[in-house]
């Protein structure tokens, strides 16, 4: 079991920004694909985005061109930058680690960081 302690969840205004950050052991910061998925109250699981080994990224067409994702090989992490938060974007937010080789499977997820979003 990998341990992932995901941190920079919070209440911003419509406009507003956060960064979420995700710790992780180094081994999986460099050797997986990650990403980060996120579930609102009745909703279903949406993937946001993800980051290849090869630093090739994949974003929800929701939140393409207001988040940012990258990874910190000096403090292994995994971060996204969010820009221009709507009261859409709240959700509980989820680091992924993926299975090795692809980015189709998840092997394991964190517990989340709740961001709220006001209009």
């Known amino acids: 079991q990998v341990q992932l302690v995901e941190s920079g969840g919070g209440s911003v205004q419509a406009g507003g920004s956060l960064t979420l950050s995700c710790a992780a052991p180094?081994?999986?910061?460099?050797?997986?694909?990650m990403g980060w998925f996120r579930q609102a109250l009745g909703k279903e699981r949406e993937g946001v985005a993800i980051?290849?080994?090869?630093?090739?990224?994949q974003y929800l067409d929701a939140v393409k061109g207001r988040f940012t994702i990258s990874r910190d090989n000096t403090k292994n992490t995994l971060d996204l930058q969010m820009n221009s938060l709507k009261p859409d974007d709240t959700a509980m937010y989820h680091c992924?680690?993926?299975?090795?080789?692809?980015?189709?499977?998840?092997?394991?997820g964190g517990q989340g960081t709740q961001v709220t979003v006001s209009s």
């Open positions: 980051l290849t080994i090869g630093n090739t990224t």
């Open positions: 992924a680690i993926y299975a090795l080789g692809g980015c189709d499977t998840i092997a394991w």
């Open positions: 180094e081994y999986v910061v460099r050797s997986r694909c």
